[in-house]
């Protein structure tokens, strides 16, 4: 199991508590230093069963400097959604976690992250 958070956001700090608490073996990622690119975008959006623009966080500055509440949100605009969460990780939703079946779930409730924890390997 892996856990995109950003150290600063209190929900991520909330999920790796719960995750803590109830024993779970994962891997923490800090997604603003270690930043995914294209690819790895597009196999957790495949893990989450969402599209780039579900997991843009569009009230951030860059997404209004890029304008992205304005782009198409179809498959024809897919590759530019994402090249942006590349290029500007900030704008990614957290915390992302990457369950062991392959799933994943954007943690953000107690709900959320105990649904990885039952989808992951327990110590």
Known sequence: MEIWINPACSKCRGALGLLDAEGA??????????????TEI????????????????TQEAAAKELG????????????RWVGALAAHPKL?????????DGSAVIGRTEEAVRDALRRGERP
């Open 25 to 38: 073996s994962y891997t923490v990622r800090r997604y603003l230093e270690d930043v995914p690119d294209a």
């Open 68 to 79: 992205l509440k304005e782009w198409p949100r179809d498959e024809a605009s897919r590759d």
């Open 92 to 100: 990614i939703q957290r915390p992302i976690i990457t369950a062991d």
């Open 42 to 57: 597009r196999e957790v959006l495949t893990r989450l069963g969402l599209e780039p623009w579900d997991i843009t966080r």
